[in-house]
C-alpha cells in the first residue's frame, strides 16, 4: 500500500534529480492507462503517488508536483481510489516532514470538499483512516478542538473491530488532544477507560502503558513548576521503547518524541517534528 511509504526513513523519501524525472515519466504513462480498468489505474497511480514522495525534499516542502490531480477518470471507482491514495500519502508525507501548514492547505483546499462527496463511496477503514491523518493534521497547525472532532469521527464509529489498530491509536492520540485542551479532569476518566480498553484488546504494549501512566503523572503535575522535569523522564522512558517493533508503529501515527521534544524546548509541535526528521 501506498501509505507505507511514508513510514520510511526520511531519507529514503529524498532522492536524486535523475529519480525524479524517472518518477515524473512513470506518472505520465499513469495518466494515458488511467481508464483502462478499476484495478490497474488504482495500482498504478498508488505506485506513481509513491514517485510523488520524490517531489518533496527534506524540509517537506513541495518540490515539484505531478501531474496526478489532472486525471480525470470517468469511473468514480477509480475516482475514489485516486482520492484514497493521493490523499492519505500526501498527508502522511507533509506531516511525517512537519510541513502541517501545507498539509492543512491539501485539507481545507480539496480534500474536505472531495470527502462530501466521495465519502459514502470510500471503504470503512480507508474512511477511518482519512479522518485519522485530517486530526492529525489540525493538531499539527494547534488546532486542538478540531483534531477533537475529526479524532471523535474515528472513535465513535459503530465498526471499530475493522482497524483494531487505528482505534488504538487513536485512543493515544485522543489522550495527547484532550492534554493539550487542558481537559485534565475529563483525561482521568478517559485514561482509565483507555487502558481497559487496551487491556481488552490485547494491545497494552509498553509504549501504550508508558503514555498512560506518564499523561497521569502529567495530569497531576499540570499547575507545578515540575512539569518539565516529568516530561524529561517521560521523553528518558519512551526513547527506551521505540526500537521495539511493536512500538516504532505507534510513534509512525504520532510522533510522541517530538511531541515531549516541543514540551521541554517550548517549540511548536510542527518545528519539533521538523527538526526530528532533519538528519
Known amino acids: 500500500y501506498s501509505h507505507n511509504y511514508a513510514s520510511q526513513p526520511l531519507e529514503l523519501i529524498v532522492k536524486t534529480q535523475a529519480a525524479k524525472e524517472l518518477q515524473m515519466n512513470i506518472v505520465e504513462q499513469t495518466r494515458r492507462r488511467t481508464e483502462l480498468t478499476v484495478r490497474q489505474p488504482q495500482k498504478a497511480l498508488g505506485n ?15 518540490m515539484h508536483t505531478p501531474q ?3 486525471v480525470k477518470p470517468k469511473s468514480i471507482d477509480i475516482q475514489v ?3 484514497k491514495t493521493t490523499t492519505i500519502s500526501e498527508l502522511q508525507l507533509l506531516t511525517r516532514c512537519g510541513n502541517f501548514s501545507e498539509a492543512l492547505e491539501v485539507v481545507e483546499k480539496g480534500v474536505l470538499d472531495k470527502l462530501e ?7 470503512k477503514e480507508q474512511l477511518l ?13 494547534g ?17 471499530n473491530t475493522l482497524r483494531k489498530d487505528l482505534f488504538s491509536y487513536s485512543r493515544l492520540f485522543n489522550l ?15 485514561t482509565k477507560s483507555t487502558q481497559r480498553y487496551l487491556v481488552r484488546r490485547q494491545r497494552d504494549y509498553e509504549l501504550e502503558k508508558l503514555v498512560i501512566d506518564h499523561l497521569r503523572k502529567l495530569i497531576r503535575e499540570s499547575k507545578s513548576k515540575n512539569t518539565v522535569t516529568k516530561i524529561i523522564e517521560f521523553k528518558c522512558q519512551l526513547l527506551d521503547l521505540v526500537n521495539e517493533p511493536e512500538d516504532q508503529i505507534v510513534i509512525k501515527y504520532f510522533d510522541f518524541v517530538s511531541w515531549l521534544n516541543s514540551k521541554i524546548q517550548n517549540m511548536s509541535f510542527s518545528k519539533a517534528v521538523s527538526l526530528e526528521n532533519a538528519d
Request: no cysteine; glycine share 8%; charged share 25%.
Open 48 to 62: 506513481s503517488y509513491e514517485g510523488h514522495a520524490g517531489t518533496y525534499g527534506a524540509d517537506g516542502k513541495k
Open 68 to 70: 496526478v490531480e489532472g
Open 81 to 83: 481510489n485516486v482520492f
Open 117 to 123: 462527496s466521495l465519502e459514502n463511496r470510500l471503504r
Open 129 to 141: 483512516e482519512l479522518y485519522y491523518h485530517i486530526a492529525y493534521t489540525y493538531f499539527g497547525t
Open 143 to 159: 488546532e486542538y478542538s478540531k483534531a477533537l472532532f475529526w479524532i471523535n469521527k474515528v472513535l465513535n464509529d459503530n465498526e
Open 176 to 190: 495527547v488532544i484532550h492534554f493539550e485542551l487542558q481537559n485534565y479532569d475529563l483525561l482521568e476518566y478517559i
